[in-house]
Antibody, heavy 119, light 111 residues
């Protein structure tokens, strides 16, 4: 069974940092690009970042570029999102998803983790 | 950025009746490789998003055939031929032709 388990969310002060992890199982992790998405309270879905299978190419939304870093450890089947200089507007549920290159769509999604940026 | 606009934002439906959601993009979603990367996702209450349709009209594995996608260029449609109770949720279109990937606002389907 394919599973994506996200962890690392919580409450952080503005300007602080958090690292999210997405542990995957049930498929060959290194064969797939991965993405992070978020959904702020009462808002729609927002793409945050993407990474290819070997980690050599990364992509970011303008709203997080320079503050967030996506990475992966294929030996641990884990995707990461390092979030620095957090702002109130980063408050959201963050989810990871497997990316289907052929269709350019996220075909498998994990449950999200809540990140709250507040003083 | 490509702006995705969905209509309606809320769609009361009747069980067994058809439903339709429109999605319009601010520019053509035809990629240089000739493909159009428009997908549809469903989000049921308390569940992660579920991929329904990719590249306009391709149903993802396990998706019932009552769901269908159509369109071209900048105009796209998701149709449910006969709504079932489990179809309640929010539906999103998403474009992946350009970075950043962008979503429509979401359409709430309720019985």
């Amino acid at each position: 069974e394919v599973q994506l388990l996200v962890s690392g969310g919580g409450l952080v002060q503005p300007g602080g940092s958090l690292r999210l992890s997405c542990a995957v199982s049930g498929f060959t992790f290194s064969n797939y690009a991965m993405s992070w998405f978020r959904q702020a309270p009462g808002k729609g879905l927002e793409w945050v970042s993407g990474i290819n299978g070997d980690g050599g190419r990364t992509f970011y939304a303008d709203s997080v570029k320079g503050r967030f870093t996506i990475s992966r450890d294929n030996s641990k089947n884990t995707l990461y999102l390092q979030m620095n200089i957090l702002r109130a507007e980063d408050t959201a549920v963050y989810s990871c998803a497997r990316w289907m290159d052929s269709g350019r769509a996220s075909d498998i999604w994990g449950q999200g983790t809540m990140v709250t940026v507040s003083s | 950025d490509i702006v995705m606009t969905q209509t309606p934002l809320s769609s009361p439906v009747t069980l067994g009746q058809p439903a339709s959601i429109s999605c319009r993009s601010s520019q053509s979603l035809v990629d240089s490789d000739g493909n159009t990367y428009l997908s549809w996702l469903q989000r049921r209450p308390g569940q992660p998003p579920r991929l329904l349709i990719y590249k306009i009209s391709n149903r993802f594995s396990g998706v019932p055939d009552r769901f269908s996608g159509s369109g071209a260029g900048t105009e796209f449609t998701l149709k449910i031929s006969r709504v079932e109770a489990e179809d309640v949720g929010i539906y999103y279109c998403m474009q992946a032709t350009q970075f950043p990937r962008t979503f429509g606002q979401g359409t709430k389907v309720e019985i």
